[in-house]
């Protein structure tokens, strides 16, 4: 196996972390459809790097480091970016929200990739790492958290006939979803994770591998 055919995908998945959470100012809004690959494809990167780790004797210590990740830095970053929000105006709230925002993307992909990671330790293939992670993204992307926020969420002029605040599913559309709109989005984004799920990535994954000469 080669120990270090991870770092074709992670390093740039790496660079594009850094390019988007600490160089660029945060937003929650799309511009266009090509914002929107920019903005996942860290996460597309960060699936590949994780599905063709080695399987170390170390994964124990490198899950409980993930963990300690996960408490140290990105709960008490959400919550100080929660009080940060909560001590600002009225007027000032939307432009702190989106350190909030982007600050929970982070933590959503972090835990795809935490449970891909056991996954992949545990002794998993290449390939179903793969079908997982895919299938994870497309729930992800589907807006089935936007359907659920506006489905729980106390409004106070009732709920509202579109989800204007869902920019992944605007860029795609044109403009802002109905609720029908949004539950059609979410629909076909789940089907697409199932239909991944049940791809059959083995004999595929492996011809490349072995191109590598990388075991899966």
């Known amino acids: 196996m080669k120990n ?3 770092l074709v995908p992670g390093v740039p998945a790496a660079a594009l972390v850094y390019l988007i959470m600490i160089v660029l100012p945060p937003k929650q809004t799309l511009g266009d459809l090509g914002d ?19 399987r170390w004797r170390a ?9 300690i990740v996960y408490m140290g830095f990105l709960d008490t970053g959400l919550v100080l970016r929660i009080l940060a929000y909560g001590a600002v105006s009225p007027a000032e709230q939307d432009a702190a929200f989106q350190p909030i925002y982007q600050f ?19 002794g998993a293939r290449t390939a179903a790492v793969l079908k997982a992670g895919f299938a994870a ?11 659920t926020f506006w489905l729980t969420y106390d409004w106070q002029n009732g709920r509202p006939s579109e989800l204007s605040w869902a920019s ?44 590598g000469h990388v075991a899966s």
């Open 137 to 147: 993204i497309l729930v992800v992307i589907s807006g089935l958290n936007d359907l």
């Open 168 to 211: 992944h599913i605007i860029v795609f559309l044109g403009g802002p979803p109905s609720v029908t709109a949004a539950v059609i989005f979410m629909a076909v984004h789940l089907a697409l994770a199932v239909g991944v799920l049940l791809l059959p990535l083995d004999r595929i994954a492996e011809r490349w591998l072995a191109r």
């Open 104 to 122: 929970q993307l982070l933590t959503v992909t972090f835990v795809v990739l935490f449970a891909l990671l056991a996954y992949r330790m545990a």
């Open 36 to 54: 929107w690959a920019f903005r996942l494809s860290p996460f597309v990167l960060a699936v590949v790097t994780v599905a063709v780790l080695p």
């Open 4 to 6: 270090w055919l991870w």
């Open 59 to 67: 994964a124990p210590w490198l899950l409980v480091g993930a963990t």
